[in-house]
């Protein structure tokens, strides 16, 4: 094993033997990429410590998309890889027998090269055989993450966090009974604080679609109708505003969030119809 002389500020061993090195530029979030998650990742490579760069998928660009843990890429990645987490942005310091070892790979990589990587974490997506119950676990990291990021009003990487959430939850294939009620239950929240979300970054269409998403789960979601009444409201739909409001009173008749904001809704819709028809009026003078 070589051992490198100095270790650059930073870099946390992440190995036993201390051959390969992390320094964590960019915190992301939810679980890490388990073993065989499919990953996709920009990376630039660089030879240490000459700083020689080699290789780079954004020049190419193109991410570069494989299986952790399937050994089609260096021990390096293998194990560096396997402690990131999505939209993290980090780099890995590999020695030769965690990257290309005695023989290197020629001609960009000699014999006996340390190398040091730029990695971002684009996307994690779940390997096809992990269990519910697996996913449920998964998913639940990423409902949590999620909910720190929103209250720090950290909108996009909530986003990212519940939406990561909802990959580990996007089949289901050998759903016993049993856990039908925790899956749907934690799809429902994850689709829902999405929406949430969307509202507060004011992508309207999407928060639209991640309403629909949880009201196909429970049609008498009163929060999702809630939220979708918010969108369809910034979208200048009053009616369709209207009607959701109406149906989420219907089943919560005490919410006083829902009789407010029906009244805004009204509101909205008459200071609308008003400035249409000064716009007409002053048309045809």
């Known amino acids: ?26 915190p992301g979030s939810g679980p890490v990429a388990a073993n065989l998650c499919k990953v996709a990742v920009h990376y630039t490579g660089y030879l240490f410590p000459s700083g020689e760069k080699f290789d780079s998928s954004l020049d190419r660009g193109q991410p570069l998309e494989f299986s952790v843990g ?28 965690y990257a290309y070892g005695e023989e290197g790979s020629p001609p960009t990589i000699p014999p006996n090269a340390t190398l040091r990587f730029e990695v ?17 676990i998964h998913a639940k990291e990423c ?20 939406e990561h959430g909802l990959r580990y939850l996007d089949t289901t294939w050998t759903l016993k009974p049993e856990e039908t ?53 910034g979208l200048a739909e009053f009616d369709n505003a209207l009607k959701f409001l109406n149906s989420a009173s219907e089943i919560d008749p005490n ?22 028809k000064s716009i007409y009026s002053n048309m045809f003078k």
């Open 1 to 26: 094993m070589t051992q490198l002389e100095s270790v650059p500020e930073g870099f946390v061993a992440i190995t036993e033997d201390g051959g390969l090195f992390k320094k964590v530029n960019k």
């Open 70 to 97: 399937e050994g089609r890429v260096i021990s390096g990645w293998d194990k560096g890889i396997a402690t990131m987490q999505l939209g993290e942005s980090a780099e890995l310091l590999c020695t030769p027998a």
């Open 255 to 276: 919410d006083a969030a829902i009789k407010a904001e029906i009244a805004v809704v009204k509101r909205k819709r008459q200071e609308f119809t008003n400035k249409e």
């Open 181 to 233: 009620v925790e899956f749907n239950a934690l799809k429902l929240a994850l689709c829902s604080n999405s929406a949430a979300c969307f509202l507060k970054t004011k992508d309207l269409f999407l928060a639209v679609d991640k309403c629909r998403q949880a009201l196909e789960i429970d049609e008498k979601n009163a929060k999702a109708m809630f939220r979708l009444a918010q969108a369809y409201c």
């Open 120 to 136: 971002e974490m684009l996307r994690i997506d779940p390997p096809s055989k992990m269990s519910v119950a697996e996913r449920l």
């Open 143 to 162: 409902k949590d993450s999620g909910n720190a990021f929103y209250k720090s009003q950290d909108w996009k990487e909530a986003i990212a966090a519940y």
